[in-house]
């Protein structure tokens, strides 16, 4: 079917909430309600044990007080109304199992009271659809009726005789419908009714916990119209609609349930397709670029029920247990979520009445463009056509201009930008590299004082070993452990000493303390000479400085009194002869450096020779200090003064020269410290100068802002040009995507061609996968046949020499039991004889006792009437005779049944049914003597 233009404003689903009131079950297990409704301002508050109630607003909100015919009138006539205007609508209840859907929905059929909602509105459907017949004679209404279920995932068709799945298929316009159900015409309400009536007999329905008669599927039963009315003008204007009543098996919880087996599998479908539904609608809500419809049935045949082409209206039933507020906290979260949809209704309009309007419109335009051309003519339009070609040559030209100028002005403006760039970039370049050769002067020099630092702090330490040598022995018992072991180490050393100088070495270690002093006096001739240079070096630096802060102080005057790319080159080139002047100056402070390098490399040389020497020299420094000892330390070692006579003289005489030696060294240190403030002079003179350079960067970045401010004026020029330049761009825009979607094709072909390419290989790679498995598939197969037949063949003969040995022993069995068989006839026979007998004399006994017991309560009856006929008036005496025999039939009836359920328990049945002939015989005779 078609849709007309003009359709009904979108509208969200409306929600309906409706709560039963708690079950005589749940009232005995001291149930309480958890749920309070409040229908003025359509809200539900559920309590919960922990925490803030929750609480929801929906369209309207049902308890207990309102009736079927209620519902029906207040909230769902209207929806029906809009069903016989053309549009689609939908009613369906969610909920839990046992919350009242099917109640809501279909009712008690025949109970005007207690009747549904689907039965309602046929009738209502029905009765509007006769009065519009006698309102408009000209229309035409067909009425036809589908009835469907979904059983455990399948589709089955309620109204056909043979229950099988079927299948859902899409039409064009991407609705569902199910192939091969059954549309069955009905033209009144008692055919719908019947219809409804069998597809319900047919549902599946089962028992739980929860609910005696639960549906175990969900039933989606549709009546559709097809109105035909006949218009003034003799047309035709046809009109269909749909109305889907949905009844929605409820969500279960296996625990609350207790279903097993069939029933368990049932209900997990049922959650399953209740699940998608509730995905889809969670989809629809949050926007989502694809609804998942296809995941389930019932979410296909609701999908224009869910933000399509309908009116839908929704009952969510509650149940207000409190043992049940989880399942009812989420079917009203689910109805929440279902409100916020919205649908878009529209009127059904049959496609060739829709095409008929499309085409009258068409020729009254067509019509009315004719009629202007046949008063006007082209020759208007012959017009404006020529003065939009010369507009646009007039364009194309200024175009054309403007592009090439703006071309030349772009290509000075990047030669310029690149100039000033790559001139930043180099001389970024040696300012980096200065300050890396300046860091690098300042790890050699922290290197060479650290260096001597370790040197003095080792001739301390063995200044002070030599002091505790020559220590009393009370000032010893006072030392520690690391004292004693540092003297202990002195003595190894004075003796090692004592026996070279007794072996003859004492000339060999007087030579090597002489090369020892010739070595230092030449590094320290070379020291000086190093200072000399160092001192010409900055000398020559600061010349270089004074030179540097000259060309600076003239460029900035330059740049502040010109401007444009003749100021910024003079500039750069200033900036370069300036660097040039500090690598050179850089250059020869190396020379300082390499030469305090070679110093400190000579000094630790010499530190190593004086260790390697033996402890020749730490002696010298101790006996020098020894003099100055008292003579009392001395006198109080004797053993140690005799040890030191032999070397006393070696240690006169190199006293001398060391004592000299580190006067020179500690000279040589003051002139490195002077050295060192120095340098750390010229440090701070190039970090002026580094604060110079960033003040020309800052004047270069003046001249970018302005160079910027001038292409900022040129682009507002160029202005004018892109507005006559937007049609080529856009054209030019059009084929570079037609060209880029060209491209992309073409990449998009070779990704394909390379994807086929590794397809085929995988499908060799696995066929010939497959072939091998195949093949060891096969040998295994027939390797498992071989064994399978083996192990039949044995089983065979097993089972034959089985069933012959079972054979033997059954047919002993049989004859065994054939001959008990027939004792036992024999016996049964003679005890059927027996109990044949007493049952006779059985018999004769029991109506020899009611023969008596009836003459026995006939002389009763007969003594109590003459005794209340002599007290009682004729009409009472009567009356009470009257009841009397009532109630003597009552009893001898209730005493039969008694009997005859004794003799049934005992076995008796043939006097039973004896007994049963003769009571049935009674009360005629009771009537004949009444």
Known sequence: MGKRDHAAAAENIKVLVRCRPLSEKEKAAGHKSCVDLDMVQNTVTVKSIIGEPDRWTFDAVINNSFSQQDIFTQLIMPLTESVLGGFNATVFAYGQSGSGKTHTMTGVMGDNTLEGVIPRCVKHIFNTVEKRKEEVPGTTVSMYVSFMELYNGKVRDLLAKQQVPLDIRENKDHTFFVQGAVVAQVKFPEDVIRHLEEGTDRRRVGSTELNADSSRSHSVFSLILECIETLEDGSTRAVASKLNLVDLAGSERQGKTGASGDTLKEGCNINLSLSALGTVIDTIVKGGAHVPFRSSPLTMLLKDSLGGNSKTVMFANINPSERNVSETVSTLRFADRAKQIKNKPVVNISSKDQKIAELTDMVKELRDKLAKYENEGTAGLEKEVVQLQEKIGELEVQLDNATKSREADLVDYETAKATLAAERQSFSTRLLSMEDEIAQLQNQLQISESSGAAMQSQLNDVWSQCYNYFLTPKEKAAQTLEQLQAQKSLEEVLRSVQKRVEGGGEAALLEKIRSLAADLK?????????????????????????????????????????????????????????????????????????????????????????????????????????????????????????????????????????????????????????????????????????????????????????????????????????????????????????????????????????????????????????????????????????????????????????????????????????????????????????????????????????????????????????????????????????????????????????????????????????????????????????
């Open 522 to 930: 030449a590094s320290q001739a070379e020291h000086k000479a190093t200072t000399k240079e160092l001192k010409s070096s900055k000398a020559q630096l600061e010349r270089h400085l004074a030179e540097v802060k000259e060309e600076l102080t003239a460029c900035r005057g330059a740049s502040s009194g010109s401007g444009g790319s003749s100021g910024d080159a003079q500039v750069a080139a200033a900036m370069r002869q300036q660097q040039d002047k500090l690598l050179s100056a850089l250059k020869l402070d190396d020379n300082g450096a390499a030469a305090m390098k070679l110093l400190r490399d000579e000094n630790e040389t010499l530190r190593h020779q004086l260790m390697s020497s033996g402890s020749a020299a730490a002696v010298a420094a101790p006996q020098q200090n020894s003099v100055s000892i008292p003579t009392k330390k001395t006198t109080a070692n004797p053993a140690v003064a005799l040890e030191l006579q032999p070397s006393a003289r070696v240690a006169a005489q190199s006293a001398a020269s060391v004592s000299s030696l580190q006067a020179e060294l500690e000279e040589a240190k003051a002139k490195v410290e002077h050295v060192t403030a120095s340098r750390e002079a010229l440090y701070a003179e190039l970090e002026a100068q580094r604060t110079e350079l960033a003040k020309v960067e800052s004047t270069m970045a003046q001249h970018d802002r302005q160079l910027a401010k001038v292409q900022r004026e040129y682009e507002a020029k160029l202005a004018d040009a892109t507005r006559y330049e937007n049609e080529v761009t856009r054209l030019e825009t059009r084929l570079r995507e037609r060209s880029d979607q060209l491209d992309q094709l073409r990449t998009l072909l070779e990704k394909q061609k390379a994807i086929i390419v590794k397809n085929n290989e995988k499908a060799e790679f696995f066929q010939v996968s497959l072939r091998d498995k195949t093949e060891a598939l096969v040998a295994l197969e027939q390797q498992f046949r071989e064994q399978l037949e083996n192990k039949d063949a044995q089983m065979q003969q097993l089972i034959s020499r089985r069933v012959a040995e079972f054979s033997e022993q059954r047919n002993v069995e049989l004859n065994e039991m054939a001959l008990r068989q027939k004792k036992l006839k024999k016996k049964i026979h003679r005890l059927q004889e027996e109990l044949n007998g007493w049952e006779a004399r059985f018999d004769m006994k029991v109506c020899e006792c009611e023969d008596l017991r009836n003459a026995l309560e006939e002389k009763k009856m007969e003594q109590l009437r003459m005794l209340r006929r002599m007290e009682l008036s004729d009409d009472e005496a009567e009356a009470l005779e009257q009841k009397e025999q009532i109630q003597n039939s009552l009893r001898r009836a209730k005493q039969e049944r008694r009997r005859k359920d004794d003799l049934f328990a005992m076995g008796e049945v043939r006097s039973a049914k004896a007994v049963a002939r003769r009571s049935a015989a009674d009360p005629s005779d009771d009537s004949e003597h009444s």
